[in-house]
């Protein structure tokens, strides 16, 4: 999953345009930036029938989160970083998913 993940995001920059959006779970190593907003995205999930599948369905938010980010946001931060993802199951039925994360302007 993690190597899925990591090929995905390191394609992104060059995937939807010239200026590389950096997307990290921590500061991405910026030692100077402005936050420009602060999003969260909330999905809900069928309970899968093997928990086998519960890493892809995870991937598969974070992917949509950061996708969804640099469309609403590309234009006024190129970093989504300080990402945070929570999850609780509901009556063993639905996963609900939060991805929240701050969108930057590095300076």
Known sequence: M??????????????????KFL???????????TIVDNTCYVYTVKYPKKDSD?????NDV?????????R??????????NIRVSWQLMENKRLVYQVCGDIVRRN
């Open 2 to 19: 993690h190597v899925l993940l990591t090929l995905f995001l390191f394609s992104i920059g060059t995937t939807f345009g010239a200026s």
């Open 23 to 33: 997307v990290s779970f921590g500061d991405g190593g910026l030692k100077s930036y």
């Open 54 to 58: 519960l890493p892809k369905i995870m």
């Open 62 to 70: 974070l992917v949509s989160s950061v996708i969804n980010a640099q």
């Open 72 to 81: 609403q946001y590309g234009k006024k931060g190129n970093a989504f970083i």
